[in-house]
């Protein structure tokens, strides 16, 4: 059963959102590697710590790809979207166009 028009509109606004929300982490966790990138530098951390930070940081690093990856493939379907939306929006003024030449209105 195909979801109706309304329907696919609600799924839309969940793209954009999901979108803005994967943007949002993205962006909070390349502060969170600036940060600890800064701390790893610190000369008095101890070595423990060291290791552990250098851990997180892979993790956050592999974290923050797949994100990334996520968004370019939201970005890649909201342009179909919107690639199907003008070409709808061409045809419509398409066929205006031969209306009003056939009707001379």
Known sequence: MKPCPLQKEVDLG???EQIQTTSDTIAS???RVKRMERNLNDPSLPEER????ALELKEISKLLETNEEQLKKMHKENSK????AACLFFICFLVYGLYVLVNGV
């Open 14 to 16: 969940k793209e954009v």
């Open 29 to 31: 966790l390349r502060e």
């Open 81 to 84: 979207s919107f690639a199907v």
């Open 50 to 53: 060291r290791r552990e930070m």
